[in-house]
Structure formats: structure tokens, C-alpha cells
């Protein structure tokens, strides 16, 4: 089956950019998207089709994907931004949906 | 407002049965592939299972091996999973989600599910 993989963990300090990376065989011919999970709450999209922002997500996130590596950039990082984040494809050949491993950024 | 509402979920011993039942709202239901996706306690996100507008298309996580169905009634406005030989392993929070194109851009609060004796 397909692995979506994700660094652990990525701290930053406030006002810089994070970048969290997901790897995946080949990723670039695939459509990624990002979910943004705080503690106790259920995951939100905060980017959709590689780089598509859903209304009401700031202009901050952003998202990239190339080769075997997507990324999601946060720039100007608040504490806010503290939470898990995923990234997730979508399998043509199983039609499966498969979710990365996960990242938690810390914001110090 | 879209909303979905998952509900259902509760203490069951290994090898008990549960059905979790999602109430939509404030869209057209029956025109949108749903999903169930679940996360085990201080784990990531796993995709279970997916069920198409006219249940025409069904779909589900190998590691379920046949143990979990999904099912919808669109004139209720409802999708459900119902559990079968559940085992500790499927202890979670299961949330109900919408599916838009091949992202998933609603999600339900979630309901737990626990799996002990």
C-alpha cells in the first residue's frame, strides 16, 4: 500500500516560516491535501489540490508538490498555529484514501 | 450551516458490535461521496471506509478484513458504519466526513468508540 511520510515534529518561533514535507513515492501525480488537528478537535482542510486555500484559511498556509515531496509552508507562524498536521492523497490504483504520518509543529 | 453530527459511539467488549450513525445537514447529502475516518488515542488519522452518493461504490480499509460495513439513507439525511468483532485495535475517535472531489472538506465532531473489557 501507499506510505505517505511525514517528519515527527517541527518547532518554530514565532514570526518564521515552517515547512513540513511529505514524501511519497511520485507524490507530484497526485492531488495532495493538508488537515490541520488541534488537541481535541477535529481536523481541518487548510489546503486542498496541492495549493488551493478553502475559504477562511489564511493567505499564510501554502502548499507545494513536486517530484516525491509535497509541502505545506506556513509563513509568519503564530501560536495558534500550534497543532498536528497531514497530508493525505487519494489512491487511484486502490481507491483508498491515505493520510501521512503525521507532523506536530511547536510553535516555542 | 453544514453540520455533521456523528453518534453511536460507546464502551463495547472485544468481539461486541456497535453502530455509529452520522446525521448531515445544511447541504444535499445524497450528492456527496461520504467517509469514515478514524484515530486511535495519541495516533494519526486512518482512513476506514467510503461509501458513494447511490452506494454504488463502497470501499474500506484492508486491515478491516470484512469486519465493518458502511451503509447511507439519503432520504434521512444519514451514513452509518456498523462494527463487528471489534478488537482493542479499533478504539478511536471516528469522525464522518465529507468527501469533495478526492479531499475531504467537512468533518463531524467525532464520536469514540472503546473496545475493553
Known amino acids: 500500500s501507499y506510505v505517505l511520510t511525514q517528519p515527527p515534529s517541527v518547532s518554530v518561533a514565532p514570526g518564521q516560516t515552517a515547512t513540513i514535507t511529505c514524501g511519497g513515492n511520485n507524490i507530484g501525480s497526485s492531488n495532495v491535501h493538508w488537515y490541520q488537528q488541534k488537541p481535541g478537535q477535529a481536523p481541518v482542510l487548510v489546503v486542498y489540490d496541492d495549493s488551493d486555500r478553502p475559504s477562511g484559511i489564511p493567505e499564510r498556509f501554502s502548499g507545494s508538490n513536486s517530484g516525491n515531496t509535497a509541502a505545506l509552508t506556513i509563513s509568519r507562524v503564530e501560536a495558534g498555529d500550534e497543532a498536528d498536521y497531514y497530508c493525505?492523497?487519494?489512491?487511484?490504483?486502490?481507491?483508498?484514501?491515505?493520510f501521512g504520518t503525521g507532523t506536530k509543529v511547536t510553535v516555542l | 450551516e453544514v453540520q455533521l453530527v456523528e453518534s453511536g459511539g460507546g464502551l463495547v467488549k472485544p468481539g461486541g458490535s456497535l453502530r455509529l450513525s452520522c446525521a448531515a445537514s445544511?447541504?444535499?447529502?445524497?450528492?456527496?461521496?461520504m467517509i469514515w475516518v478514524r484515530q486511535a488515542p495519541g495516533k494519526g488519522l486512518e482512513w476506514v471506509s467510503s461509501i458513494s452518493t447511490t452506494s454504488s461504490y463502497i470501499y474500506y480499509a484492508d486491515s478491516l478484513r470484512g469486519r465493518f460495513t458502511v451503509s447511507r439513507d439519503n432520504a434521512k439525511n444519514s451514513l452509518y458504519l456498523q462494527m463487528n468483532s471489534l478488537r482493542a485495535e479499533d478504539t478511536g475517535v471516528y469522525y464522518c466526513?465529507?468527501?469533495?472531489?478526492?479531499?475531504?472538506?467537512?468533518w463531524g465532531q467525532g464520536t469514540t468508540v472503546t473496545v475493553s473489557s
Open positions: 493525505q492523497i487519494w489512491d487511484l490504483s486502490s481507491d483508498h484514501y491515505v
Open positions: 466526513v465529507r468527501r469533495l472531489r478526492v479531499h475531504m472538506d467537512v
Open positions: 445544511g447541504f444535499s447529502f445524497n450528492s456527496y461521496t
